[in-house]
């Protein structure tokens, strides 16, 4: 458990990082990352679905939109085992990194200089216990991808490479 004043001052942390203009943000996540970014990302859908099918998404701060379970590798850290550690530490899901396939593609490079690698995963919902901490974290839900919740921007823009949500069709497919 992480004592509450220290999850109170995490809370503010998150809710000021994220608070911050983008470029901003971007400019002091590169200060601490040197060279370039890489991030880990997880799709997780669910195994029970029926119809379009349901996918895991976060709320996290300010709150307006919702993102993909990921974050940014550790230094000399696996992809596959970022993305596991990632998906356990923003929704509570705990999956194996053998549990990950990479999707196609698995690696997106970004025009404003990072890279997230991909993983895709499997859970049935209705036995998948979610937790999130409410810092870093507000909410963790499956999502109908035919009627999915407003995207935050980069979130909207990473699943349109696997023709999900509004952005769908708008890049080039996989090789």
Do not use: C
Request: charged letters at 20%; a positive charge.
């Amino acid at each position: 458990m992480i004592p509450r004043a220290r999850a109170t001052g995490r809370a503010l942390g998150y809710q000021i990082f994220y608070r911050l203009p983008v470029p901003l943000r971007r400019r002091l996540v590169r200060l601490a990352v040197p060279k370039y970014i890489v991030g880990a990302v997880t799709l997780v859908k669910d195994t029970e679905a029926t119809g379009a099918g349901r996918i895991l998404l976060l709320r996290q701060p300010p709150g307006y939109s919702w993102t993909l379970p990921a974050g940014l590798l550790q230094r000399g850290e696996a992809p596959v085992v970022g993305a596991a550690r990632e998906l356990y530490e923003e929704s509570g899901v705990r999956l194996s990194p053998d549990a990950l396939r990479p999707a196609v593609p698995n690696a997106v490079v970004h025009a404003k200089g990072w890279v997230d690698v991909v993983f895709e995963a499997e859970v049935p919902a209705s036995t998948t216990e979610l937790k999130v901490d409410g810092a870093e974290v507000f909410e963790a839900a499956f999502h109908p991808l035919d009627d999915l919740p407003r995207l935050s921007r980069a979130t909207a823009n990473l699943l349109g490479y696997y023709g999900i949500g509004p952005r769908a069709g708008e890049h080039p497919p996989a090789a």
